[in-house]
């Protein structure tokens, strides 16, 4: 085993080749031996483990394990103890609360490569899993080997492979009793499904692991139409994501290319995203991070941004000559006007009552636009310009602090605040 890994990683990993690589060992079979392994191939490795505190006295004991090999070893080893609430999913939160700390070592201690023990048992379990719960393509291509700066070199490796290893190096390690308790979804399959399907076919993590290849390949076909298709269906206007829906509607399956187009915005409720290409303009649809809104013949994709209805307002003191936040912009005084641009405007300082207030609109707000005759309410300014309900969100207003607008942001100058004089101009700008 130790030849044959290190073959796969000159062939499939020589970028960790001399780097800083930090190995996430549990004190199990799996990442013990990946450990010993690279010990052996002399690479430049140190340990993190997590204690949960979930098994008591056990998870003590496998902390103690693994601060000893890392002793034995010569290894540098990182230990830290959590606590998890028992609410919702414990192993989720655990996985999500590892891989932050690992990150963090990372940043801190300039390692290159986290190492995991995942094997192909793993991708197999993995892949049942999702097949159960129902999943696109990207639940059916397995493991991926190297994601970002997390790497698995043990994925070409099965859970036997790595227990013979062990047993005929005289190896010990750490098991974990709950791995046995088929309560865990997980469990259920490793002991009770995996075996069947192994007995059907000895060879079944051979022809899995052709079956991802087939999976991963096919893949690779499907990202190379979407990256061909989204050139005629997707533009970006103001920071969003525009979806022409006249012409995604003409595709073979509208619903396929948008759930290809919108995988990584973490939608789940695809039928209603399907639905908003028919919808009224102004329905929305939200994940946890983005809003989709149908507006006209458009699809509108931004993050989500709830300061919109927030009542939060940020106040600028008359000797500020910048400010970063929410937005940044720029104060100049006492300077000849030039062309206005929607990024900067030129106002008449003496008619400022400062301070100045920078706030979202309102409904009611209503401004005198430059170049127009008359007051004109926001809302009507608004549909006049065409603007979506989040471009609209998205609008920032510089006020008197009496809450008369100044500038509608990006847009429009108010015309009662026009400077007519260079000694009492100021230039208001909007720094991108």
Not at 232 to 247: A, F, P
Not at 328 to 356: A, G, Q, R, W, Y
Request: with cysteine.
């Amino acid at each position: 085993m130790q030849e044959k890994l290190k073959n796969h990683i000159a062939k499939n990993l020589p970028f960790l080749k001399d780097k800083k690589l930090l190995i996430a060992i549990s004190g199990g079979v799996d990442s013990v031996v990946l450990t010993h392994l690279l010990t052996r191939l002399n690479f430049n490795i140190s340990l993190a483990h997590c204690n949960f505190h979930l098994r008591e006295e056990e998870s003590d004991l496998d902390e103690k394990f693994v601060i000893n090999l890392g002793e034995k070893l010569k290894l540098k080893t990182r230990t830290i103890h959590f606590t998890i609430e028992p609410i919702g999913s414990i192993q989720l939160a655990a996985r999500e609360l590892r891989y932050q700390w690992f990150q963090e070592l990372i940043d801190k201690d300039q390692f290159d490569f986290v190492l995991t023990a995942h094997h192909a048992d793993d991708n197999l379990e993995t892949f049942l899993i999702n097949l159960t719960r129902g999943s696109g393509l990207d639940g059916f291509t397995g493991i991926p080997v190297v994601n970002e700066n997390i790497v698995r070199p043990l994925l070409p490796f099965s859970r036997e492979e790595i227990i013979a290893f062990a047993k005929k190096n005289k190896i010990s390690w750490r098991e974990d009793k709950s791995n046995a308790a088929t309560k865990y979804v997980r469990n259920k399959i490793r002991h009770k499904i995996a075996p069947v399907l192994k007995e059907i076919n000895p060879y079944l993590l051979d022809s899995f692991s052709k079956t991802l290849e087939n999976l991963k390949e096919s893949q690779q076909i499907i990202e190379d139409k979407i990256t061909e298709v989204s050139k005629e269906i997707i533009s970006k206007k103001n920071g969003l994501l525009h979806i022409d829906v006249s012409i995604i509607q003409k595709l073979s399956n509208p619903k396929a290319y948008l759930y290809q187009l919108l995988k990584h915005y973490n939608f789940t409720e695809w039928n209603d995203v399907y639905h908003l290409l028919a919808a009224q303009s102004g329905k929305q649809i939200f994940s946890k991070t983005h809003v989709l809104l149908k507006d006209r013949s458009k699809l509108i994709l931004s993050e989500r941004d709830f300061s919109f209805i927030s009542k939060s307002i940020f106040k600028i003191e008359e000797n500020q000559s910048e400010i970063l936040k929410p937005i940044h912009m720029i104060f100049v005084e006492n300077i000849e006007k030039s062309t206005d641009t929607k990024n900067s405007i030129f106002v008449d300082k003496t008619k400022l009552k400062f301070p100045l207030i920078l706030r979202k609109w309102q409904n009611g707000d209503y401004f005198y636009p430059s170049g127009m005759e008359g007051k004109k309410k926001l809302s009507k300014y608004f549909k006049d310009e065409k603007l979506s309900l989040i471009e609209k969100q998205q609008i920032w207003l510089l006020c008197n602090n009496n809450n008369d607008i100044i500038w509608v942001i990006n847009k429009r100058q108010d015309n009662r605040f026009l400077s007519k004089s260079p000694e009492n101009s100021l230039k208001i700008m909007l720094n991108k």
